[in-house]
T-cell receptor, first 118, second 115 residues
Framework: NAGVMQNPRHLVRRRGQEARLRCSPM?????VYWYRQLPEEGLKFMVY????????ESGMPKERFSAEFPKEGPSILRIQQVVRGDSAAYFC????????????????FGAGSRLTVL | AQKVTQAQTEISVVEKEDVTLDCVYE???????LFWYKQPPSGELVFLIR??????QNEISGRYSWNFQKSTSSFNFTITASQVVDSAVYFC????????????FGGGTRLMVKP
């Protein structure tokens, strides 16, 4: 029973390029969350998606960042025209349902994708 | 607004010592959830515990124990007889009862256990 799979684990981009980070949730999980961890900091919520829907993107930067979770395939976090400040670890988490009150509702995190912008 | 504060950015102990990691939270919600996650050097996040706001019983799991004090808005984590493998960054996080699992994380405490 594979956990949350993220790839690539490490990605190096030059300023101005695009970065695409992929996340396959745990089997049976239909809710995906993206968090960003800047160096030496805690995780910050970015976006919450269900299949084909963005539920909450209050943590997403207004420009250059987008996320999707299509009907088929992994969730994608896309960063256009990357800048050095985008260098961070991006974590994906999944859960079987939305409300944390549910007994089964602990977020399962992937191992993260570490983006380095040169 | 929710906030989690982990005042200790880094702690260094010698193996077999006990160590307590502090976590103080702020929320206006009456129902909320507190979590601890461990991030070892390999980088992944490992779930340790979830506690809801109406259960103030302390919990023990092997060498790990958690002390939830609603009166002081704290959810501290103690490792007894620390081991080198406990070296990691530990995050405290807060979630509420609204739709979604948008957790608010503290800044983390880096624990170094020396042999």
């Amino acid at each position: 029973n594979a956990g949350v799979m993220q790839n690539p684990r490490h990605l190096v981009r030059r300023r101005g390029q695009e970065a695409r980070l992929r996340c396959s949730p745990m089997k049976g999980h239909s809710h995906v969350y993206w968090y960003r961890q800047l160096p030496e900091e805690g995780l910050k919520f970015m976006v919450y998606l269900q299949k084909e829907n963005i539920i909450d993107e209050s943590g997403m930067p207004k420009e250059r960042f987008s996320a999707e979770f299509p009907k088929e395939g992994p969730s994608i976090l896309r960063i256009q025209q990357v800048v050095r400040g985008d260098s961070a670890a991006y974590f994906c988490a999944s859960s079987p349902r939305s409300r944390v009150a549910s007994g089964a509702n602990v977020l399962t995190f992937g191992a993260g994708s570490r983006l380095t912008v040169l | 607004a929710q906030k989690v504060t982990q005042a200790q950015t880094e702690i260094s102990v010698v193996e077999k010592e006990d160590v307590t990691l502090d976590c103080v939270y702020e929320t206006r919600d009456t129902t909320y959830y507190l979590f601890w996650y461990k991030q070892p050097p390999s980088g992944e996040l490992v779930f340790l515990i979830r506690r809801n706001s109406f259960d103030e019983q302390n919990e023990i799991s092997g060498r790990y124990s958690w002390n939830f004090q609603k009166s002081t808005s704290s959810f501290n984590f103690t490792i007894t007889a620390s081991q080198v493998v406990d070296s990691a960054v530990y995050f405290c996080a807060l979630g509420n009862n609204n739709a979604g699992n948008m957790l608010t994380f503290g800044g983390g405490t880096r624990l170094m256990v020396k042999p």
